[in-house]
């Protein structure tokens, strides 16, 4: 079966400029994550969807961060303005639903200079 | 607020020694966890997971309510178990995903 994918792989912006990641989960996952992996930390996440819905998204810098999964499948994370501090490695991933395993995408490494 | 915390951040042994990669979590309800590993150049990937109590790579790890762990434990080292190991725990309800800061594992021949 095909892998989560993720693009683009690579991204260097300057700071104030926007930005979009986009994610195809694995056929058939009903939950979605976004993560924001900073050099040296572990996962942070940011948004999860159930299907088309928002199940959690408390860590989502919300004056500056936006996503979306239309249709229950694809999903876009935005960033606009971005800032030097929004460098890191945005991963999306997905599962069936609930507690099971996640599977992961290659991320997106993201610069801002 | 849940936590996991992973207190090493590198941890070497040499080829054939036992490793033991700690975890422990804050968490008031019934936490569900797993262990998650990134190889060099390759995506991370679920390793194993508590309720499943498997074996997987000659890895395993036990869920100590008491003492709020999840540690993960291997006998014997290989050079292939190098790796960053990331430890999470999911909460019950949403399952949002909480992951550790890492450990990165060195198997030195």
């Known amino acids: 079966e095909a892998g989560v994918a993720q693009s683009p792989r690579y991204k260097i912006i300057e700071k104030r400029q926007s930005v979009a990641f986009w994610c195809n989960p694995i056929s058939g996952h009903a939950t979605l994550y976004w993560y924001q992996q900073i050099l040296g930390q572990g996962p942070k996440l940011l948004i999860q969807f159930q299907n088309n819905g928002v199940v959690d998204d408390s860590q989502l810098p919300k004056d500056r961060f936006s996503a979306e999964r239309l249709k229950g499948v694809d999903s876009t994370l935005k960033i606009q303005p971005a800032k030097l501090e929004d460098s890191a490695v945005y991963l999306c991933a997905s599962s069936l639903e609930g507690p099971s395993e996640q599977y992961f995408g290659p991320g997106t490494r993201l610069t801002v200079t | 607020a849940q936590r996991v915390t992973q207190p090493e951040k590198l941890l070497s042994v040499f080829k054939g020694a036992p490793v033991e990669l700690k975890c422990n979590y804050s968490y008031s309800g019934s936490p569900e966890l797993f262990w998650y590993v990134q190889y060099s150049r390759q995506r991370l990937q679920l390793l194993l997971r508590?309720?499943s109590r498997e074996s997987i790579k000659g890895f395993t790890a036990d869920l100590n309510k008491g003492e709020t762990s999840f540690h993960l434990k291997k006998p014997f080292a290989q050079e292939e178990d190098s790796a960053m190991y990331y430890c999470?725990?999911?909460?019950?309800?949403?399952?949002?995903?909480?992951f550790g800061t890492g450990t990165r594992l060195k198997v030195l021949a």
């Open positions: 508590h309720i």
């Open positions: 999470a725990l999911t909460t019950s309800g949403t399952y949002k995903y909480i």
